[in-house]
């Protein structure tokens, strides 16, 4: 299956950019897929510590191989203000597209102290630029309580998935 082109480093109002995340930011990505567990009320320590150890195996692989795609908001001095990635996978093909991949949005984070600034939001638009540009007709996620109204915003639908927590 070929390899979906990398993220491009996007600007942003001010001196904020969106670049594409590396191994090296590895903590960071744990730190984002922690918070966005624990702001969602999931607080459970021994979930979150086994949550992290796949997250960790799961990342170490997946981000050079380029099946996950992390997109991370910095400021002008590199620090990291928020993230998001999106996972693309093997499916058995969706309608109206030549290639058996699917891509899915997960991770959003903003940092408290940054958000209700457009962080998110210009998050997710370079993530939709990205599926888009890389072939894909359609993108999926997961959405909080939080979250919601900003997806729906960008043209995100209900759909029929359901889950079975075992």
């Known amino acids: 299956?070929?390899?979906?082109?990398?993220?491009?480093e996007q600007s942003l109002a001010g001196s904020l950019s969106i670049r594409a995340a590396t191994v090296a930011d590895l903590p960071t990505l744990l730190h984002h897929r922690r918070m966005m567990w624990w702001d969602m009320g999931r607080r459970d320590e021994a979930a979150l510590a086994l949550m992290q150890q796949a997250a960790?195996?799961?990342?170490?692989?997946?981000?050079?191989?380029?099946?996950?795609r992390g997109f991370l908001a910095v400021d002008g001095s590199?620090?990291?203000?928020?993230?998001?990635?999106?996972?693309?996978?093997?499916?058995?093909g969706i309608l109206g597209q030549?290639?058996?991949?699917?891509?899915?949005?997960?991770?959003?984070?903003?940092?408290?102290?940054?958000?209700r600034r457009g962080i998110a939001r210009a998050l997710m638009q370079a993530m939709i630029a990205w599926c888009r540009q890389n072939g894909f007709v359609t993108v999926g996620l997961h959405a909080s309580d939080d979250?919601?109204?900003?997806?729906?915003?960008?043209?995100?639908?209900?759909?029929?998935?359901?889950?079975?927590e075992l």
């Open 1 to 8: 299956m070929p390899q979906p082109d990398p993220a491009p």
């Open 56 to 68: 960790q195996r799961y990342f170490t692989a997946a981000v050079p191989e380029g099946s996950y």
């Open 78 to 92: 590199g620090n990291v203000l928020g993230g998001g990635g999106i996972v693309v996978s093997a499916w058995p």
């Open 98 to 115: 030549p290639e058996p991949r699917r891509a899915m949005i997960l991770n959003l984070y903003v940092e408290r102290e940054h958000r």
């Open 147 to 164: 979250g919601r109204p900003l997806y729906e915003q960008l043209g995100f639908k209900r759909t029929n998935e359901m889950a079975l």
